[in-house]
Nanobody
């Protein structure tokens, strides 16, 4: 059974930083691409960043240079380091992976950026 559990969200002031974590189980973590997405009420879920099994990363243009995705294969965990946060980054952030043609999602973690 695939399980993705996010943590690390919270309230932060503009310009601040947060690191999100996603612990994965039920998959061959070292071989699966992993991704972070986010969603605000009334809008579609959007891609933030992905990392494949070789460590190659991809970012949404809006977060390039500020967010960093990384994976620790020993811990079956993927991270999203978010720096220079702004109110526009307020959203629920979801971890995701794909296995046998099916997308799997975590429960999400709320990130709120406000003064």
């Amino acid at each position: 059974q695939v399980q993705l559990v996010e943590s690390g969200g919270g309230l932060v002031q503009p310009g601040g930083s947060l690191r999100l974590s996603c612990a994965a189980s039920g998959i061959s973590f070292s071989r699966n691409a992993m991704g972070w997405y986010r969603q605000v009420p009334g809008k579609q879920r959007e891609l933030v960043a992905t990392i494949n099994s070789d460590g190659i990363t991809n970012y949404a243009d809006s977060v390039k240079g500020r967010f960093t995705i990384a994976r620790d294969k020993a811990k079956n965990t993927v991270y999203l380091q978010m720096n220079g946060l702004s109110p526009e980054n307020t959203a629920v952030y979801y971890c995701s992976t794909r296995l046998w043609g099916k997308n799997y999602w975590g429960q999400g973690t709320q990130v709120s950026v406000s003064s």
